[in-house]
């Protein structure tokens, strides 16, 4: 990629015959040791990056999170969990410190979902 470290929000790629749900369920507690009551999908298929590639994700909101064990990273994976409230995601995004433009569109997505744009 682009050899730096950036925020983004948790995903991954679905594995044969798991759902979107299913993914994000277990993408989320790998990454982050967190499990969610519910979750939704509120976008997509998003288009990563739509002249270079056709690689796409599906937007999915967790609620009714929880801390529940440590996280279980692949080899591959070098993950620093940050949790932030809804104000200070919203600068992070106005002062180009969330840079991961699926993050962006999809953290948009939660917070329109969600009722917090105001």
């Not at 790629?13 to 993408?27: N, S, Y």
């Not at 989320?28 to 270079?52: C, H, R, W, Y």
């Not at 940050?82 to 699926?102: A, H």
């Amino acid at each position: 990629g682009i050899n730096e470290c950036i925020y983004e929000l948790p995903g991954g790629a679905k594995h044969i015959g798991q759902t979107d749900i299913e993914c994000a369920r277990m993408e989320l507690l790998q990454e982050t040791g967190v499990e969610a009551k519910d979750f939704k999908v509120i976008g997509g298929p998003i288009s990563m990056n739509p002249n270079l590639q056709d690689t796409k994700f599906i937007a999915i909101v967790a609620t009714g999170c929880k801390v529940t064990k440590p996280q279980e990273l692949d080899d591959t994976e070098a993950i620093t969990v940050k949790e932030v409230e809804v104000v200070e995601f919203r600068n992070m995004v106005k002062k180009g410190e969330i840079t991961d433009s699926k993050s962006i569109a999809a953290g948009y997505l939660a917070l329109d979902y969600l009722g917090l744009l105001g």
